[in-house]
């Protein structure tokens, strides 16, 4: 699909545009069709072919004009235009969070800044202080957008990286000649960010396999291309690596390439202890092969469990293991709803029903309906009235539906006083209520915390949404002393949420394990704004595994009545 990147055209349009200071109408209808391209679910490709784009809500003549233009001749005369007289560099200064086009432009004014290392002298020298508008604090956010900018080149979500990797397994599957494939290396520890793609098959023709890799659909750059290893770039940006072993070496190779590597020195010493080594070709005895087939038998011969790639971190994984007390990590299976969904009652795509649907084809019993409250006003967000109807509308709903059960929700917004935007009376009716922070991300840290508390002790409160508000590529978390909101919710009994979107990931591994161990449950939610983002509780699933987290520790996995009990334990 061209979605994607005609998307960037337009974004890119819209930037130039404003950095010339042009007029805001124009440049808001390019950033209005790039919203609208990229969050299509359908391919523009093939609506163009059926005169359809003018049909897209949001896209008029002109910008359909130039969408037939692009498809058909591969450029945009607009973009070319627009690009002719601004570098590359000043294109890639905009993209660092913090940095829009109205603040690149100032510093171009006014320090002849046009890129990225200038900019960085700059603020070493101390030249930005007392230009205009430019605050303490908002030097200080450039300083680190800039930081956020430069590990995100380097590391992209797991969410960008997990459909380019089931697309290439699917493809590799077609070779009759590649016996097993599966993605290895940081992705299948479901790490929240991937620096690489690790892929590994098995099967007698190396080169072959090799050859269907580098040339499969979707590869825009091929680094490397041998018998046994293949190297590309796809059209996502990320970097795939594809090894080919030996079948009998499969599962000690998926050992080795999945790592850790801190994983993998902690298992080497303790097979050297044990007068046995391991490589990437088996488990040894001298020169004997005693195991390697089989990715467990490593860890048979060394006299533990064979320990889930989520857990091999070297954070107590492996003695765990020896003693037999591996925690029984949450699987995708045992999930029984959705607790976090927006529908078109605000900014979401489906009706309720769609999403019903989808629910119960992903085999849900139930799914939250949490769309935003009236403070939200860019997201539609319901008013008191609203909500009434659409409580009405969920039972006339669940009417219909055998065995699932829509769930009354909202996701209400934590104003910045820390009150909730629907009053206690209101929120008493609701099955579920998702609390979050959509404004005010720049108070101090301990009125955040404050605001945050006085919202778990609300008592119809029951999940905490997105805990940080950090965007992995674009933004960090506000300022919240995240230790203190868990003791907050253990004394209450409110959830903490693991938001699944893919940007998101919220909270993450590490405070998911904070919180059980302080006996804190976690909702893992998708926040799904649209049907196709509801496959990302996989991307939620496996951070909570990271974070160890048992079936038990996870509120959606209860039954209907568990997650009802749950809620209704804390109003009481
Ligand atoms: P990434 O790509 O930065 O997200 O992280 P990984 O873990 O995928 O790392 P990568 O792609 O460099 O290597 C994949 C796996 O291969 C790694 O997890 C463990 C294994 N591996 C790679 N190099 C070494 C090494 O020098 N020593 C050991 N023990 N293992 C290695
Ligand atoms: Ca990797
Ligand atoms: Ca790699
Ligand atoms: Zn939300």
């Not at 006014?110 to 908002?138: N, P, V």
């Not at 080795?256 to 088996?282: D, P």
């Not at 999403?355 to 319901?382: F, N, P």
């Not at 039972?395 to 934590?414: P, Q």
Request: hydrophobic share 35%; charged share 30%; proline share 2%.
């Amino acid at each position: 699909m061209k979605n994607h990147e005609i998307a960037t055209l337009f974004e890119r349009i819209a930037d130039v545009l404003e950095l010339k200071g042009e007029n805001t109408f124009r440049i808001n209808s390019y950033r209005k069709a790039a919203r609208v391209i990229g969050d299509l679910t359908e391919d523009v490709e093939a609506l163009s072919k059926l005169g359809k784009l003018t049909d897209i809500p949001g896209i008029g003549e002109g910008t359909a004009e130039k969408i037939v233009e692009y498809i058909t001749t591969g450029r945009m005369a607009k973009y070319d235009e627009v690009m002719k007289d601004v570098s590359e560099e000043t294109l890639i200064l905009m993209k660092v969070p913090g940095l829009g086009p109205k603040t690149v432009a100032t510093l171009h004014k006014e320090l002849g800044i046009t890129g990225l290392s200038d900019l960085e002298k700059a603020l070493q020298e101390g030249k930005l202080k007392g230009l205009f508008g430019m605050g303490e604090k908002k030097i200080e956010n450039i300083t680190k957008g800039i930081a956020l900018f430069k590990t995100s080149l380097q590391r992209i979500s797991i969410g960008m990286a997990y459909p380019v990797v089931k697309r290439i397994i699917a493809a590799l599957k077609h070779n009759p000649l590649c016996k097993e494939v599966q993605a290895a290396g940081s992705l299948r520890r479901m790490k929240e960010t991937v620096g690489d793609v690790d892929i590994l098959a098995s099967g007698e023709n190396g080169a072959d396999i090799v050859k269907s890799f580098v040339t499969m659909r979707g590869v825009t750059q091929v680094l490397a291309s041998g018998d046994t290893k293949g190297s590309v770039r796809v059209e996502e940006g990320v970097q795939v690596d594809l090894r080919v072993v030996r079948e009998d070496e499969f599962g000690a190779a998926l050992q080795y390439f999945t790592g850790s590597k801190e994983h993998n020195v902690h298992l080497r010493e303790i097979a050297k202890k044990q007068g046995l080594k391991i490589n990437e070709y088996g488990i040894f005895k001298g020169d004997e092969k005693i195991g390697g087939n089989r990715e467990e038998d490593i860890y048979q011969a060394l006299g533990m469990d064979w320990i889930p790639p989520e857990l091999r971190e070297n954070r107590g994984e492996i003695e765990a293991a020896r003693q037999g007390k591996l925690p029984n990590i949450v699987r995708l299976s045992d999930i029984r709803g959705d607790l976090h969904n927006h529908s078109d009652w605000s900014d979401g795509a489906p009706t309720m029903e769609e999403m019903a649907e989808y629910a119960m084809k992903m085999s849900y019993r139930y799914l939250v309906v949490s769309d935003h409250s009236q403070s939200l006003h860019i997201a539609h967000g319901l008013n008191n009235e609203e909500l009434l109807e659409q409580m009405d509308e969920i039972d006339r709903l669940n009417g219909k539906f055998k065995g699932f059960t829509l769930l009354k929700s909202s996701e209400v917004d934590i104003k910045p006083d820390g009150s909730l935007d629907f009053p206690d009376k209101l929120l008493e009716r609701l099955d579920v209520v998702v609390a979050s922070i959509h404004s005010g991300f720049k108070q101090e840290r301990e009125k955040i915390t404050e605001r945050i508390i006085a919202a778990i002790h609300n008592p119809y409160v029951n999940v905490i949404g997105h805990p940080t508000g950090r965007l992995i590529s674009r933004r960090e978390g506000y300022d919240v002393d995240l230790d203190k909101v868990i003791d907050a919710c253990a004394a209450t009994g409110t959830a903490l949420e693991v938001n699944c979107y893919y940007d998101r990931l919220d909270i993450d591994d590490v405070n998911c394990r904070k919180a059980k161990e302080r006996g804190v449950k976690i909702a893992i939610s998708t926040d799904a704004h649209h049907l196709d983002q509801m496959w990302m509780m996989e991307l939620g699933v496996g951070i909570a595994c990271r974070g160890w987290l048992e079936a038990k520790d996870v509120i959606n996995t209860f039954s209907l009545e568990g997650l009802k009990a749950f809620c209704k334990k804390k109003r009481n």
